[in-house]
């Protein structure tokens, strides 16, 4: 993996970021494959499949925090494409803050970079290969 690509990954949580935070769910195209999945299980959320019903679900049913802070991010090459890990400081509602992990298999596409399945959990869990 050349240090373009590594740039463009370590792009993905700020543009996913901000595109929840703008309310711009044409942007997450940007950020996920067309047949890419979501699993919000361990929130307490269902898993998603697929960019349309990602965007419908943060539109119409998400609780999105106040704001997205992405941290910790690094990504390492696999045959496929890369694992792409991160974390998550958001403002909450109250003033509260919360943290996530986020765990995701990208690939690159003929457009980038582009997720094709996401996991988020509320602890960090113990590192695969």
Do not use: C
């Amino acid at each position: 993996m050349d240090i373009a690509d590594r740039v463009e990954l370590h792009e993905l949580p700020g543009r996913y970021g901000d595109a929840i935070d703008d309310r711009d769910w044409g942007r997450l195209a940007l950020v996920f494959t067309e047949d890419a999945t979501f699993d919000l299980t361990d929130l307490g959320g269902p898993k998603l499949s697929g960019l349309a019903e990602i965007q419908r679900y943060m539109d119409e049913d998400a609780q999105h925090p106040l704001t997205h802070m992405m941290t910790n991010i690094y990504a390492d090459e696999t045959p496929y494409g890369a694992k792409l890990y991160f974390r998550i400081v958001a403002l909450l509602k109250e003033r509260n803050v919360g943290t996530a992990s986020y765990y995701d298999d990208v690939v690159k596409t003929p457009d980038g970079w582009r997720v094709k399945d996401r996991v988020i959990t509320l602890r960090r869990r113990a590192r695969r290969s």
